[in-house]
């Protein structure tokens, strides 16, 4: 009954690694973890900066503040492990035949791509405006530019995601209530209304078939 709610109508079945890499959902993922990477990658690596060569601590190139960068690069690193996660979990769900696991994982899914999709966006504001603070010349500008704009794209792509888990969600539902089956109006069901029955046997009659008739006294 539950085999085909929230996206796993083939619940049970093989895997086909073709046709889930063509899925819309998993080339979206595919681009998060990408830019994920690029953003974390691109702070860690050319985020920071010393302005004073006699000085060997270094601070963040957005505007010198730190927080900017340890912000972007924790967001960055938990999008990028979070897009491993479910991408080994939506290769599984279809492989899952407990409709109750699938609603949790959707669940989960759909939390997480809401929340993501608003912490990019806090993410993506904060770095803009720092840098429109920092001197470009004494920065490698094209990283700060390229951490910003795939800030940007990762808005938009867990905002995709967070669709497609709702509508996963919401199909999960309706095929659930859909397929409900209510036991009192089932007429499908093997077992006899409850009720009186007629004894095979009528009254004046023998267990041979033959009519019994009292004696007269």
Sequence with gaps: MESGAYGASLAGGSFDLMSFVKQPQTI?????????????????GEGYV?????????????????????YAVGIGVLAFLACVVFLVL?????????????????????????AWTFLWFVCFCLLANQ??????????????????????FSIAGWAVLTYFSQL????????????YTDPVSDHTTPYPPQGYQQSPFSQNQMPGGTEYTPPNY
């Design 50 to 70: 010393s302005n004073n060569p006699s000085v060997q601590q270094q601070k963040c190139m957005f505007n010198q503040n730190d927080s900017a960068c340890s």
């Design 90 to 114: 939506d290769a599984y769900l279809p492989q899952m035949s407990n409709a109750k696991d699938r609603k949790n994982i959707v669940i989960g899914d759909l939390i997480f791509s809401g």
């Design 168 to 179: 996963r969600y919401r199909q999960g539902v309706s095929e659930l209530a859909s397929n």
């Design 131 to 152: 840098w429109s603070k920092t001197d470009e010349s004494t920065v490698t500008a094209d990283a700060g530019r390229a951490a910003i704009a795939f800030s940007f």
């Design 28 to 44: 979206v993922r595919l681009l998060c973890w990408l830019s994920a990477i690029v953003v974390f990658a691109t702070i860690t």
